[in-house]
C-alpha cells in the first residue's frame, strides 16, 4: 500500500506559559485501501522558540486534528500520531487513553485535549515502513 503525502508545512501552535511554538507537520493517507490510515508526523523545529511537541502534545494533536483532519475522531483508531526529534532521529508513536474531546484550561488559556497522553518509541526503520518513503526523505526533506 502505497501512502500519499497530502500535508507539508510549518504549523504554528499556543505553546505552556502563552509563547507561540512551531513544528513541521507532515500528513500521510494510505491510497486505495480501506481502512485508510493516516500518519500524522509532527517534528520539531531546531529553531522552535516555544513548547515541545512532547510538552504540547495534549493540545497539539487535537488541534491539528481539527484543522486538517475534520471528522476523523470516529475513526482514531486508524489515525498514527508520530513525534519526530530529527537532531536526535528519534520517533515516538503518542496515543491518548480517550479520543473524546474536552475543554481544559492549560496555563490560564480554555483549550481542546484529549485524554492523558503516552509515548512509545519507534525505530526509525519502522517508521520508514510504515509511511513507505525513502528514509532519506523523513529526515532531509524541507517544508513546501
Same mark, same amino acid.
Given at each position: ?11 504554528q ?8 511554538? +512551531? ?5 500521510? /493517507?494510505?491510497?486505495g485501501?480501506? %481502512? ?8 520539531? *523545529? ?19 486534528i ?21 537532531? +536526535? ?5 503518542? /496515543?491518548?487513553?480517550?479520543?473524546? %474531546? ?8 480554555? *483549550? ?22 525513502v ?10
Amino acid at each position: 500500500m502505497s501512502r500519499t503525502k497530502v500535508v507539508d508545512e510549518l504549523y504554528q501552535y499556543q505553546g505552556i506559559n502563552q509563547i507561540m511554538a +512551531h513544528c513541521r507537520i507532515r500528513i500521510y /493517507t494510505a491510497d486505495g485501501r480501506a %481502512p485508510v490510515v493516516v500518519a500524522v508526523v509532527a517534528s520539531e *523545529c531546531a529553531d522552535n522558540p516555544g513548547s515541545s511537541v512532547t510538552n504540547a502534545a495534549a493540545v497539539l494533536y487535537p488541534s491539528l486534528i481539527a484543522k486538517y483532519l475534520p471528522g476523523w475522531l470516529d475513526q482514531a483508531d486508524n489515525l498514527m500520531l508520530l513525534e519526530h526529534y530529527p537532531e +536526535h532521529d528519534t520517533f515516538d508513536q503518542v /496515543t491518548f487513553t480517550h479520543w473524546r %474531546p474536552a475543554i481544559i484550561f492549560r496555563h490560564g488559556l480554555k *483549550c481542546v485535549a484529549f485524554g492523558k497522553a503516552s509515548w512509545r518509541h519507534v525505530r526509525r526503520d519502522r517508521v520508514i515502513e510504515l509511511i513507505e518513503l525513502v528514509g532519506e526523505e523523513i529526515l532531509n526533506e524541507r517544508v513546501r
